[in-house]
């Protein structure tokens, strides 16, 4: 059963935490994606990688964090530095051509909330 | 900078209509432009991808078309039905996609 995990589903922080978001891909794809979602506003890029161990920020990277130590796993963590962090978080994945990221697939979604 | 604007925000129609979603963006020099559905609650599910030098993309009852040019993208949705009731988003680009904001459709019997 091919596709992309996310976990948990939802998931509260208290203010000062850092909170980690799991994205796991079987899909055997290169490229993984993380974007935020905020209600009346449309996804915007947080942190993508094409390739294990390398990563770019998005247009929203500050106060979070990745790494991508495997191909399958891209998970995000949610620092004490990110001020206003509730949103639905989604990650995303890939296969990578010559002419650059193909068609993306999405996860369920993780719902964060701040106490 | 790429801007991607969705008219109408919101659209109620009759089961049995063909409808139309607009998807406009501002840099023409777009790769692809991808098509999603979004349930309340859900993750972005995709129906369809138009790649940059395509110029549409045809899956079941729904055919989107690409017009670099004017800088327009068209879902056309044919003989909706309740279960097509959503939230659509286009988005273009290639590694970083730029998403409008959508349209949320609801089709009542």
């Known amino acids: 059963d091919g596709g992309i995990t996310q976990s948990p589903k939802y998931l509260f922080r208290k203010e000062g935490q850092n909170v980690t978001l799991s994205c796991e891909q079987n899909?055997?794809?290169?490229?993984m994606y993380w974007y935020r979602q905020d209600p009346g506003q449309g996804l915007r890029l947080i942190y993508y990688?094409?390739?294990?161990?390398?990563?770019q920020k998005g247009d929203i990277a500050e106060g979070y964090s990745v790494s991508r130590e495997k191909k399958e796993s891209f998970p995000l963590t949610v620092t004490s530095a990110q001020k206003n962090p509730t949103a639905f978080y989604l990650c995303?994945?890939?296969?990578?051509?010559?002419?650059?990221?193909?068609?993306?697939?999405f996860g369920p979604g993780t719902r964060l909330t701040v106490l | 900078k790429q801007e991607v604007t969705q008219i109408p925000a919101a659209l109620s129609v009759p089961e049995g209509e063909n409808l139309v979603l607009n998807c406009s963006f501002t840099?023409?020099?777009?790769?692809?432009l991808q098509w999603f559905r979004q349930d309340p609650g859900k993750g972005l599910t995709s129906l369809l991808l138009?790649?940059?030098?395509?110029r549409e993309q045809t899956s079941g009852r729904l055919n989107a078309s690409l017009d670099k040019s004017s800088g327009r993208s068209t879902l056309y949705i044919a003989a909706s039905q309740p279960g097509d009731s959503a939230t659509y988003l286009c988005?273009?680009?290639?590694?970083?996609?730029?998403f409008g904001t959508g349209t949320r459709l609801q089709v009542f019997p």
């Open positions: 840099d023409s020099a777009i790769y692809n």
């Open positions: 995303a994945s890939s296969i990578v051509t010559a002419s650059g990221s193909n068609e993306q697939f």
């Open positions: 138009i790649q940059s030098s395509q």
């Open positions: 988005a273009v680009g290639t590694d970083k996609l730029i």
């Open positions: 990688s094409q390739i294990v161990n390398d990563f």
């Open positions: 899909l055997n794809h290169d490229a």
